[in-house]
């Protein structure tokens, strides 16, 4: 291994800003992780700092975070301090990231994405097709609840919140019969033995974004910005590009649940496949395409466009 010039000047440490759940702080430890193996001299003690920052989503407990009014709940806290130059960059699950930024930040890396799957914890392990008949999921996911209910209609469907340790310790205690976490948080925390079944994006499509870790940082910040570069991964940036064409499209209408998967197929063209649903499950429109790589925003603002136009109307009132 070659040993670089340093790319900044050792002025003072590089500020991670970050959420303080386990997750969270497991994303910031890779990045900082990944940030030692690229550049040697940020791999030394003191060279990075992280910093831990309260969200409103992180306040609310009490209600699912689509009643708290949905976007940034995640992330705004940790956009102002961005803003206001008291850390030097921001990860986050891209998950959680509205699609309109800040004037002046930007998602400059996007990590290699973890497996976007859901997990599916079930205590007796029966599998989401031997659930017997009245069963409780808990989710206060709209678009698992949307997908669970469309092959089962029989479940009922409570919000289960809190971080993944909360709800995995909520489902033990029985207060539900099963949950859903998404794969990639759970091989973070080191917690995926515990699945009792990994359920098929034909089964559940996952989220957009599901599985990515972002890194937001100011525009004008050419230091940091450099720093990270070696860190991006191409093909997951694409990947998120067309997911979140979707959102974007679909934005601002409606709290219609999302889902959203693309791959980048080996001849190096790219497939997406996107849905909008109804929260009972009952209206489900899906849409799929392959297109250039280079195409990956657009191809995803089209599709999302398409499920906007096919959605029935009724569907985009906020409930
Ligand atoms: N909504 C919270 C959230 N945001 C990102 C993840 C998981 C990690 C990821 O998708 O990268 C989770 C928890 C979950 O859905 O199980």
């Known amino acids: 291994m070659t040993t670089a010039t340093p790319l900044h000047t050792p002025r003072a440490p590089l500020r991670i800003g970050t959420r303080g759940s386990p997750l969270a702080l497991a994303q910031a430890h890779e990045t900082r992780d990944r940030l030692g193996a690229a550049h040697p001299h940020l791999a030394e003690p003191g060279a990075i700092e992280i910093v831990v920052i309260k969200t409103t989503g992180d306040r609310i407990l009490d209600r699912t975070l689509a009643e708290a009014g949905g976007k940034g709940l995640f992330t705004k806290e940790i956009e102002d301090a961005l803003i206001a130059g008291e850390i030097d960059l921001a ?23 973890e497996d976007p799957r859901d997990a599916w914890f079930s205590r007796s392990g029966a599998d989401l097709m031997d659930l017997p008949a009245d069963a409780v999921v808990g989710t206060a996911s709209l678009r698992r609840q949307a997908q669970i209910l469309a092959r089962r209609p029989d ?31 759970l091989r973070r925390l080191a917690l995926a033995d515990r699945v009792t079944a990994v359920l098929e994006p034909e089964v559940m499509l996952p989220a957009v974004a599901q599985g990515a870790i972002g890194i937001e940082t100011r525009l004008d910040d050419a230091v940091t910005n450099a720093l ?30 999302i889902a959203a998967l693309a791959r980048v197929l080996p001849d190096g063209g790219m497939e997406l496949e996107a849905m ?24 995803g603002l089209d599709a999302g466009q398409e499920l906007k136009s096919r959605l029935p109307a009724g569907i985009f009132t906020v409930a």
């Open 155 to 185: 479940l009922k469907v409570v919000p289960l919140r809190g971080n993944v340790q909360t709800r995995m310790r909520k489902l033990a205690e029985g207060e539900v019969d099963a949950t859903l976490l998404a794969l990639a948080g």
């Open 91 to 113: 990860v986050h699950s891209m998950k959680d990231v509205p699609t309109a930024l800040p004037d002046g930040l930007g998602i400059t890396c996007l990590l290699p994405r």
């Open 228 to 257: 990270l570069a070696p860190l991006n991964c191409a093909e997951t940036a694409l990947r998120v590009t067309a997911e979140r064409g979707v959102l974007t499209a679909l934005d601002g209408s409606c709290r219609t649940p």
């Open 276 to 299: 909008a649903l109804s929260p009972d499950g009952r209206t489900i429109v899906t849409t799929r395409r392959r297109f250039p790589a280079a195409e990956a925003l657009t191809a």
